[in-house]
C-alpha cells in the first residue's frame, strides 16, 4: 500500500471575516453559510483541476484564513 499526498483547503474561522473573495474565485471549493463566512465544500480536498484556483482564493484573502495544506492519504 503506497500514500499519495492531497492538497486540501481550510478555512480558519477565526480569521474570516466574510470578504468571499475565496467563493468567487474558487466557488467549486469554498462556499458561504448564512453568515457570509466561508467554509470548505465537502471534505475540501482539491482536485488537481482546481489547484490554480485553490492558491489564487489563497493569495486573495485579506484575513488569510484560506489555508491550503498537503495530507497523506492511503491509496491502493
Ligand atoms: Fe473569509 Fe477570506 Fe473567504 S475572509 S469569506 S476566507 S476571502
Do not use: Y
Request: charged residues 30%; negative net charge; hydrophobic residues 40%.
Amino acid at each position: 500500500m503506497s500514500e499519495n499526498r492531497v492538497l486540501t483547503a481550510r478555512i480558519d474561522p477565526e480569521k474570516c471575516q466574510g470578504h468571499a473573495r475565496c467563493h468567487a474565485l474558487a466557488p467549486e471549493l469554498f462556499e458561504l453559510d448564512e453568515l457570509g463566512n466561508a467554509r470548505v465544500r465537502g471534505s475540501g480536498r482539491i482536485p488537481p483541476a482546481l489547484e490554480d484556483q485553490a492558491w489564487i482564493a489563497r493569495a486573495n484573502c485579506p484575513e488569510l484564513a484560506v489555508e491550503i495544506v498537503e495530507v497523506a492519504e492511503a491509496a491502493g
